[in-house]
């Protein structure tokens, strides 16, 4: 089974300014592929595969175009993945699964350099170290968290932040667990709490501690700062590009505010790995799931920045994933399914239930927490998919 590791690195001096000229080429090349698809398509209405886009790249535009050379100075294979990525951003769209692919800017950092394991001496892990094909040997920040005599089939390195991180894509043998299992459990998800249980286990919002005020509040801060600094640039009529010492300040600004949104991210990451893992550790038969419209509730313009936050997405592919491991059924509940309407005691239908109403009260006499109802229900459901 194919496993990923994903690491902080401490690169030398050398291997930053190749990791920036490999970023840098791969991010060109994957607006290029976009912008030269838009192009060919009004002019002869159809669409450049990634890989005719390449021959056409080595072939004919590279060599009459001198002034690109420096596109050849990086890993090819780094440079093909970013093209193939392309493509494959346009095959969701023909489906129907994402919107049309935006071109990708340099200040986002979402671009990662591809190196492919070519032959034996390619990836090769010590308890400390990794050698990176074209970058050399590259030490680790943390020791022994990546298996030594795994086998690794290729690997990224991308930056956040002004840090540096390796995701390793290995083959190793995971032990399933077929110890014995107690009944299957329900998981509401919400925003006044990020999940209730059917057995009684509730996790807090997490972006309602002090912690992540705190930051948010920072974070706000920093970006005032940030505008400030290009409105000053606008008023004394100045190009970004000119004014070396006050670039180097607005970068500095940009790496502060990068930082505090890389630390709110790790914040949640970490608690949705925390809140998984306790789950896993219930060792229930089974666990039911609702099949969330968050594309529906990012709409609502009142919601939209708290459904972002709970990172529900993230949180069912890691239960799935972990589920597997521990042969946990998951299961996954229809979104119409009236799970907060429906009486868990005597089966009664609520049609009038407000969201208002935190507490749900039957005509049978059962008054309890609506988001408790909603996980029981969930655990008795009878209609719903295996993910």
């Not at 059917?198 to 997490?206: P, Q």
């Not at 994933?321 to 089966?347: H, L």
Request: positive net charge; hydrophobic residues 30%.
């Amino acid at each position: 089974m194919k496993k990923a590791y994903k690491i902080e690195i401490k690169p030398t001096k050398e291997q930053i300014v190749k990791i920036h000229q490999t970023i840098g080429v791969c991010r060109f090349l994957y607006n290029f592929y976009i912008a030269h698809n838009k192009e060919i398509y009004v002019k002869e209405q159809r669409f450049v595969s990634g890989m005719d886009f390449s021959k056409w790249l080595n072939n004919e535009y590279i060599p009459n175009n001198q002034d690109k050379d420096w596109i050849k100075s990086v890993s090819s294979k780094a440079t093909k993945q970013a093209i193939m990525n392309g493509e494959k951003a346009f095959k969701k769209f023909f489906k129907g699964e994402s919107g049309f692919p935006k071109f990708k800017k340099k200040k986002n950092q979402d671009v990662k350099a591809y190196f492919s394991k070519n032959n034996k001496t390619d990836w090769v892990i010590e308890r400390h170290k990794v050698k990176v094909p074209t970058l050399g040997w590259i030490r680790l920040k943390e020791f022994g968290y990546i298996p030594v005599n795994s086998i690794v089939k290729s690997g990224t390195i991308s930056q956040k932040a002004d840090r540096y991180y390796v995701s390793i894509l290995v083959e190793e043998d995971i032990k399933i667990n077929n110890k014995a299992y107690s009944e299957g459990i329900g998981v509401d998800l919400g925003l006044k709490d990020f999940a209730i249980c059917s057995n009684g286990i509730t996790k807090k919002n997490i972006n309602k501690t002090k912690t992540v005020k705190k930051s948010e509040k920072k974070l706000k801060r920093e970006q005032r700062k940030l505008s400030r600094k290009y409105e000053s640039l606008k008023i004394r009529n100045k190009n970004i590009k000119e004014g070396r010492a006050t670039c180097q300040n607005i970068q500095k600004q940009i790496v502060k505010v990068q930082k505090l949104h890389q630390r709110l991210t790790n914040i949640r990451t970490d608690y949705i790995n925390k809140t998984v893992n306790e789950l896993i550790k219930q060792k229930s038969s089974f666990i039911t799931i609702e099949d969330l419209n968050i594309k529906g509730m990012m709409k609502n313009k009142h919601l939209a920045k708290a459904v972002a936050g709970q990172k529900f997405y993230e949180f069912r592919t890691k239960l799935i994933s972990k589920a597997k491991q521990n042969n946990i059924e998951i299961r996954i509940v229809d979104r119409f399914y009236p799970s907060s309407k429906t009486c868990s005691y005597c089966g009664a239908y609520k049609k009038d239930l407000k969201l208002s109403d935190r507490i749900y009260k039957c005509s049978c006499g059962v008054s309890i927490d609506r988001d408790l109802n909603a996980s029981i229900n969930l655990a008795n459901a009878k209609e719903y998919k295996i993910a």
